[in-house]
T-cell receptor
Framework: DVKVTQSSRYLVKRTGEKVFLECVQD?????MFWYRQDPGLGLRLIYF???????EKGDIPEGYSVSREKKERFSLILESASTNQTSMYLC?????????????FGPGTRLTVT | GQQLNQSPQSMFIQEGEDVSMNCTSS?????WLWYKQDPGEGPVLLIA?????ELTSNGRLTAQFGITRKDSFLNISASIPSDVGIYFC?????????????????FGKGTRLHILP
């Protein structure tokens, strides 16, 4: 089974803090994704990565950055957290080869910024 | 940009009833995926569809890739309490010839399923 893990299930941070959300997958997937999920807005793509050290902006990259130093690990960074970044953050991974677009999700990190 | 319209937004049904939900778009899709999300958890992939007209089952769940490639539906038969959750459709848009492959998918906003005792 594909396993995607996220470093924290719940996180509370103060405005202005630097926040790191870590995601690890164990299926040797090339693609990794970060989404945020908010009521009424569905899943919105923040950033994704096709390979180590590669990153692409998604639909809402402002206020976020990412790092992919190893194939299995994709980090989301909030340089200076703000209250409007309070949300559920979901990491996903997928294979690049073979025409499969199936994304497998981690359990999510519920971040609260006070 | 491409959008997926998922309906209904929410459903209230009695245990044992069958459920049907669908996703439509004005764009042609290459792939349809259906996910379920339990409260406080990440979405879990239920069914993947890759060919127009394809009908695929996973236990009590059945999904179909529409012939026009612009829609898909998900049916749940004989609902049980653990079916409660949010169901998302997701799709990969058919790329124009010559474009690089894009591994992003687009998500519908979800159908929230409630089961009445």
């Amino acid at each position: 089974d594909v396993k995607v893990t996220q470093s924290s299930r719940y996180l509370v941070k103060r405005t202005g803090e630097k926040v790191f959300l870590e995601c690890v997958q164990d299926m040797d997937h090339e693609n990794m994704f970060w989404y945020r999920q908010d009521p009424g807005l569905g899943l919105r793509l923040i950033y994704f990565s096709y390979d180590v050290k590669m990153k692409e902006k998604g639909d809402i990259p402002e206020g976020y950055s990412v790092s992919r130093e190893k194939k299995e690990r994709f980090s989301l960074i909030l340089e200076s957290a703000s209250t409007n970044q309070t949300s559920m953050y979901l990491c996903a991974s997928s294979l690049r080869a073979g025409g499969s677009y199936e994304q497998y999700f981690g359990p999510g990190t519920r971040l609260t910024v006070t | 940009g491409q959008q997926l319209n998922q309906s209904p937004q929410s459903m209230f049904i009695q245990e044992g009833e069958d459920v049907s939900m669908n996703c439509t778009s004005s764009s042609i899709f290459n792939t349809w995926l259906w996910y379920k999300q339990d409260p406080g958890e990440g979405p879990v992939l239920l069914i993947a569809l890759y060919k127009a007209g394809e009908l695929t089952s996973n236990g009590r769940l059945t999904a179909q890739f529409g012939i026009t490639r612009k829609d898909s539906f998900l049916n749940i038969s004989a609902s049980i309490p653990s079916d409660v959750g949010i169901y998302f459709c997701a799709g990969q848009v058919l790329l124009k010839r010559g474009m690089n492959r894009d591994d992003k998918i687009i998500f519908g906003k979800g159908t929230r399923l409630h089961i009445l005792p």
